[in-house]
Every structure is written in C-alpha cells, then in structure tokens.
C-alpha cells in the first residue's frame, strides 16, 4: 500500500454508515490537518532556536504537544518537515512576485514597490528560521538543492518578466531581463539575512526607502524620481 494511503487509513477509519463515513472522514481530515500544522509550526520555532542541523523529532513533537505517534503519520523525518515548509515558503514566494505585475514607473509604482518590498521583508522574517535550515541542509540531501534551483528559476522569471515587460520603448541594451532579476533576487535575499538573520544594525525605514529604490532602478531603469 502506498505511504500516503497507510497515513490516510489511520486518520480516517470507517463508521457505521456513510454519513457516519463522511463526517468521520471530515472531522478527523480537519484535526489531522490542525494537527499537521502544529508540527509544522512547532518545527520552524525549533530550527530557529536550535538549527536544523541540532533539531531532533522528540524537539519538534515536544514543542507541538503531540506524540511520536502522531508526527509520524504525517512525515517521516524532520528532512520531509523541511521540505513541507519549504514549499509553503516558495509559494508565497511565488504570490509574491505575482504582485510586482503592473507596477509603473515613476513616484507612484516607487510607492507600489516599497509596499511590496515591506511584504517580502516580512515574509523572510516569518520564513527565516526556514530558509537558514533550507540552505544548511542542501549539501547533504539533494531535493533541497534541486528545490531551491527551482524556486529561483521560478521566482526570478517572474520578475525578469516584470523587467521585460516595463521596456516598452526597447532602451535597455544590453540589459538582460533574466540576469537583472536574479541579481536583484540574490542581493535581497543575502541582505535580509545578514540584517534579519545575523542582526546587521539597519533601521527599517531606510532599508524599505533604499531597497525599494534599488529595485525600481532595475526594474524600470530609471529613478522614481525621472
């Protein structure tokens, strides 16, 4: 029998009768998924406080107040809570960059961008604990590598398509769409880590007002202010 439906079976056995079944099924489908968030929960807490490397699952069930009985209905290792909070982090990620859609030029997209900008910020800060045990755990499992090659493609592409979509007059050689976003993705991300991660002293506002800047020069290539 496949994993997901042993794991299935368990939350999930049969009643009496089949609107027994269905509420049955319902009820313990909404626990287990109440559940499985705990843990998950729980994990991104622990890999902050502990690394992902120190965290052991008796940490991780410990912090959500359940059994080894219960985590192990839903993963089978910490590697497989990783990689679930990984993919929760890539798609709003992905949400993310979906929104830079239809930004303008001048003070008004400059306004639309450092919003955008205080969102990402918030969302590596909630997402940290996360994307410090992704990158520790990439040289050892080679899904986290694969995974993270993904979400930059992904993510990058979105906003290379952002860059190539806001030429309009076709004055931006040799800019490359594709290079211009990953380096705009790659100099973020590394900032919000040596600042929110390693504790670099910024104070917030700039950080938005100059980030938000820098992005919608290389984006748009012009100022906000042209």
């Given amino acids: 029998m496949p994993k997901g439906s042993a794991r299935r079976s368990k939350e999930a056995p049969s009643t009496s009768g089949p609107d027994g079944d ?3 099924t319902r009820v ?38 359940t059994s080894h009985g219960a985590f192990y209905l839903y993963f089978s290792n910490k590697a497989e809570v990783l990689e679930a909070l990984a993919i929760e982090t890539a798609e709003r990620m992905y949400s993310l960059a979906d929104q ?6 001048g003070e008004s997209g400059f306004i639309q961008l450092r919003a955008w900008m205080e969102q990402f910020i918030d969302a590596y800060d909630e997402n940290s604990p996360v994307v410090v045990a992704w990158m520790s755990a990439r ?12 979400v930059l493609a992904k993510f990058a592409g979105r906003i ?3 860059i190539h979509a806001s030429d309009t007059d076709g004055d931006r050689h040799p800019v490359s769409p594709g290079v211009a976003a990953v380096a705009l993705v ?23 007002d100059t980030m938000a800047a820098i992005w919608h020069q290389g984006i748009f290539g012009a100022s906000h202010k042209d």
Avoid at 48 to 56: D, I, W
Avoid at 100 to 105: P, T
Avoid at 197 to 206: I, L, P, Y
């Fill in 22 to 24: 269905d509420r049955q």
């Fill in 139 to 150: 040289p050892q499992d080679e899904r986290f590598d694969k995974l993270g090659r993904e």
């Fill in 186 to 208: 790659a100099m973020l991300e590394r900032f919000c880590y040596y600042w929110l991660v390693r504790g670099g002293g910024f104070n917030r506002e700039d950080v938005l």
């Fill in 160 to 162: 290379a398509h952002t």
């Fill in 100 to 105: 830079l859609e239809g930004m303008e030029r």
């Fill in 28 to 65: 313990l489908g909404e626990q287990g998924e109440r559940t499985r968030q705990r843990l998950l929960d729980a994990a991104k807490k622990v890999f902050r406080e502990r690394s992902y490397p120190e965290t052991r699952v008796d940490d991780i069930t410990r912090e959500a107040g």
